[in-house]
């Protein structure tokens, strides 16, 4: 097991080499359990550091959770071993009767906020700068840092000598609540700083914050059981900060960034707020790297750059910051009432708006799953102007309880589709009347039912409802399934409605007169829509597999089953055990495919589509399952554009001959293939010293010349 060092070495360490390390007592070599103690403590820090401040995990979940078993295991036997700082002490702690009140030595103050969201909001800040410090137009500019406006909660940390011994919230910005339980569960915050020389005190501030997907998740799985759902990720962080029982805010997977200083005894303070962000992330913790330095334009570039991406970022901002970097500038400004004159947030337009409930409809998925959908007024939100937006299902509408007519919170942040977060029940017009799910499938009239612990109604209707067929048809021919371009909704909708095409092989036998009849089809799309069907017979097992839609059978379980069974016969005739016997499949999905096996018709689509020429090379897969295909085990990282393959046809090669194509390069991974314009990636494969490979070498490696070596470095020839 490599030293803590050589751990942060490889992963971009905070601080610079060893030296500063977060734990340098465990250097001491004898086997002692205190010794051992130290080196697993430092080990797991390094590992929470490498995964959740660096975003480069450095070993499998598994690996970590023995080291935390060791430790737990090696501290229960030796009581007096327990430290503060131990990670153990993440997950442990009572549930708290309230929070105590911690006296802020150094007032937490708000932010001025710009609400002009054009470029003229930075204009407006620096003019109020340079005015209070009487630097005129022809003066040198002011120096500004620009940074995210995160929107979750605001923390102070207080570490005394290296060690994290409070947490607290903002509260009235003179007094906030103890809340160190629940902060100490928070991975991305050290419980340690890594320096052999900590300042007697260092007060962090910072915002405690949920990504997105997380939050998504953490809905998702609430919605699963029927529970209450989270109005936004700022909700439920501050929720979840603010929690009495540290065991359920240890669930939540909350994230943190340092933005700022509270108290500090004995710390040499860079002279600027950026050089103390450098210097805050130096020892170990999170600051966010969306940053910028100068001057107004700069700000200006920074505000359009962000808003630009603001969808994409894995987190809710609602505006940046602008900061004087000068701490000597930011002094000498002051403050006036409870903002500082030296910063500014700029916002950006909302995330979430008012708007009316219109009506309510329900739309049929393709598994026959109802979505209660709302039509609403129109409403700009997020940068888009929404005019519907999901319910989810029956029992999340009986809890928030959306009426027509009701007033209602909407909320679109990142590229999630929009949602009803809430109702405004004060200004609800009378005589609306609450929303029961239909009984009947709206398309084709089946029973609509809801099984035992499920929270969705679903038509019964099967292939018999035109809205599940439609579902099935865009299903199968997207581009990641049997890839036939040109099939989209409008056609589907005109191939359904007009009885044209009822089941999959109907496809194939479509013909140039009925499809150039469609509405708005011009012969020459026919054609082409023609020829992209007739292109996709030819096909691969895994795509074919996860283009009919088994339930629970997405991308990856398609190519799992594929791989582990080689041929679709041995696939249809396998047992509920024989498939529980492939890797990562669980009991739903071995129920499912051999569910949907057993039935006649579906057996029949399969060997109509095969009739009708639909094809793929079999027995590949099955090799790479007996650990003779010459990738088996190895895995691949692709960057940049290759010469002739796309990314698609590199990973479907690879994946054939039994490789794995992960997204991000670790240490786990065996090759990184390079094309032009290559990245990021390629830069942490040098930096890890993994082997590269262009398009040629991967070629020539797939022919099995170099794949028994156990080595990750590709021999010359
Ligand atoms: S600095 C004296 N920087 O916005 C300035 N605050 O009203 C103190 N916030 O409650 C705040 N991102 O929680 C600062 N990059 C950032 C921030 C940020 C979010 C929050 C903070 C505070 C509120 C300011």
């Known amino acids: 097991?490599?030293?803590?060092?050589?751990?942060?070495?490889?992963?971009?360490?905070?601080?610079?080499?060893?030296?500063?390390?977060?734990?340098?007592?465990?250097?001491?070599?004898?086997?002692?359990?205190?010794?051992?103690?130290?080196?697993?403590?430092?080990?797991?820090?390094?590992?929470?550091?490498?995964?959740?401040?660096?975003?480069?995990?450095?070993?499998?979940?598994?690996?970590?959770?023995?080291?935390?078993?060791?430790?737990?295991?090696?501290?229960?036997?030796?009581?007096?071993?327990?430290?503060?700082?131990?990670?153990?002490?993440?997950?442990?702690?009572?549930?708290?009767?309230?929070?105590?009140?911690?006296?802020?030595?150094?007032?937490?103050?708000?932010?001025?906020?710009?609400?002009?969201?054009?470029?003229?909001?930075?204009?407006?800040?620096?003019?109020?700068?340079?005015?209070?410090?009487?630097?005129?137009?022809?003066?040198?500019?002011?120096?500004?840092?620009?940074?995210?406006?995160?929107?979750?909660?605001?923390?102070?940390?207080?570490?005394?000598?290296?060690?994290?011994?409070?947490?607290?919230?903002?509260?009235?910005?003179?007094?906030?609540?103890?809340?160190?339980?629940?902060?100490?569960?928070?991975?991305?915050?050290?419980?340690?700083?890594?320096?052999?020389?900590?300042?007697?005190?260092?007060?962090?501030?910072?915002?405690?914050?949920?990504?997105?997907?997380?939050?998504?998740?953490?809905?998702?799985?609430?919605?699963?059981?029927?529970?209450?759902?989270?109005?936004?990720?700022?909700?439920?962080?501050?929720?979840?900060?603010?929690?009495?029982?540290?065991?359920?805010?240890?669930?939540?997977?909350?994230?943190?960034?340092?933005?700022?200083?509270?108290?500090?005894?004995?710390?040499?303070?860079?002279?600027?707020?950026?050089?103390?962000?450098?210097?805050?992330?130096?020892?170990?913790?999170?600051?966010?790297?969306?940053?910028?330095?100068?001057?107004?334009?700069?700000?200006?570039?920074?505000?359009?750059?962000?808003?630009?991406?603001?969808?994409?970022?894995?987190?809710?901002?609602?505006?940046?910051?602008?900061?004087?970097?000068?701490?000597?500038?930011?002094?000498?400004?002051?403050?006036?009432?409870?903002?500082?004159?030296?910063?500014?947030?700029?916002?950006?337009?909302?995330?979430?708006?008012?708007?009316?409930?219109?009506?309510?409809e329900v739309q049929v998925g393709r598994t026959g799953k109802l979505t209660p959908v709302a039509r609403l007024a129109p409403v700009f939100v997020g940068g888009v102007t929404v005019t519907n937006a999901t319910l989810h299902n029956a029992s999340e509408i009986e809890r928030k309880d959306v009426r027509v007519g009701d007033t209602v919170i909407v909320r679109r942040a990142g590229d999630v589709i929009p949602e009803v977060v809430g109702v405004l029940a004060d200004r609800r017009p009378p005589g609306a009347m609450p929303f029961a799910?239909?009984?009947?499938?709206?398309?084709?009239?089946?029973?609509?039912?809801?099984?035992?612990?499920?929270?969705?109604?679903?038509?019964?209707?099967?292939?018999?409802?035109?809205?599940?067929?439609?579902?099935?048809?865009?299903?199968?021919?997207?581009?990641?399934?049997?890839?036939?371009?040109?099939?989209g909704d409008k056609i589907v909708e005109q191939l359904v409605d007009g009885g044209i095409v009822r089941t999959l092989p109907d496809l194939y036998r479509l013909g140039l007169l009925k499809l150039a009849e469609l509405e708005r089809m011009a012969e020459k799309s026919a054609a082409n829509l023609l020829q992209s069907i007739d292109a996709s017979r030819r096909t691969t097992l895994p795509r074919f597999l996860f283009g009919l839609g088994i339930r629970h059978v997405g991308e990856a379980t398609a190519k799992d089953l594929a791989r582990h069974f080689g041929s679709l016969d041995a696939l249809m005739n396998a047992s509920v055990e024989d498939l529980l016997a492939v890797e990562q499949v669980g009991p739903v999905v071995a129920e499912s495919v051999h569910t949907f096996f057993a039935q006649p018709q579906q057996r029949e689509v399969v060997e109509q589509l095969r009739a009708c020429g639909v094809e793929w090379p079999e027995g590949e897969g099955a090799a790479a399952a007996a650990g003779t295909a010459p990738l088996a085990g190895k895995t691949f990282v692709l960057t940049g554009a290759l010469p002739t393959l796309s990314r698609d046809q590199a990973q479907a090669l690879i994946e054939a001959r039994g490789g794995k194509v992960a997204g991000s390069v670790s240490k786990k991974t065996h090759w990184v293939v390079v094309g032009s314009d290559a990245g990021s990636k390629l830069d942490k494969a040098r930096e890890l010293g993994i082997a590269t490979l262009d398009e040629a070498e991967l070629l020539a490696l797939m022919h099995g010349k170099a794949a028994t070596s156990e080595s990750p470095q590709f021999p010359p020839d």
């Open 1 to 360: 097991m490599p030293h803590t060092a050589d751990l942060f070495g490889e992963a971009e360490a905070p601080g610079t080499g060893p030296s500063s390390a977060p734990m340098p007592t465990h250097a001491a070599a004898a086997d002692t359990p205190a010794a051992r103690a130290a080196s697993l403590r430092a080990q797991i820090a390094a590992h929470d550091h490498a995964y959740y401040v660096l975003d480069a995990p450095t070993v499998p979940d598994a690996e970590y959770d023995r080291l935390f078993r060791d430790l737990q295991a090696l501290e229960a036997a030796h009581p007096a071993l327990a430290t503060t700082d131990s990670p153990t002490r993440r997950v442990a702690g009572r549930p708290l009767e309230g929070f105590a009140p911690v006296a802020h030595r150094v007032a937490m103050l708000s932010i001025r906020t710009e609400t002009d969201t054009t470029a003229e909001g930075a204009r407006a800040f620096d003019a109020r700068v340079r005015r209070e410090l009487k630097r005129p137009e022809s003066d040198p500019p002011v120096v500004y840092a620009a940074e995210l406006k995160f929107d979750g909660l605001a923390i102070n940390l207080r570490y005394e000598d290296g060690v994290l011994v409070q947490a607290a919230t903002r509260g009235d910005g003179e007094t906030g609540e103890d809340v160190t339980q629940n902060v100490r569960t928070i991975r991305a915050i050290p419980l340690r700083l890594a320096t052999d020389a900590p300042p007697p005190v260092l007060e962090v501030r910072g915002e405690v914050y949920l990504r997105r997907d997380d939050f998504e998740a953490l809905n998702e799985a609430a919605r699963a059981r029927g529970d209450k759902t989270f109005v936004n990720p700022r909700n439920a962080a501050a929720g979840s900060i603010r929690q009495l029982d540290p065991a359920i805010a240890a669930q939540r997977p909350l994230s943190f960034f340092a933005y700022g200083l509270g108290e500090t005894q004995g710390w040499a303070t860079p002279a600027t707020h950026s050089g103390v962000l450098d210097a805050l992330r130096a020892l170990g913790l999170p600051v966010c790297h969306e940053r910028a330095l100068g001057t107004v334009d700069d700000l200006i570039g920074f505000h359009a750059d962000i808003a630009a991406r603001r969808d994409s970022l894995p987190f809710d901002i609602d505006g940046v910051v602008y900061k004087v970097d000068s701490l000597a500038v930011q002094a000498q400004l002051g403050f006036v009432t409870r903002e500082p004159r030296w910063a500014v947030a700029h916002k950006y337009p909302p995330q979430e708006m008012l708007t009316t409930v219109e009506a309510i």
């Open 437 to 487: 799910m239909p009984h009947a499938c709206p398309v084709c009239g089946s029973l609509a039912v809801r099984e035992e612990g499920e929270v969705d109604n679903r038509c019964s209707g099967g292939l018999i409802c035109a809205a599940q067929r439609k579902q099935a048809l865009l299903h199968f021919a997207q581009r990641r399934a049997m890839d036939i371009d040109g099939l």
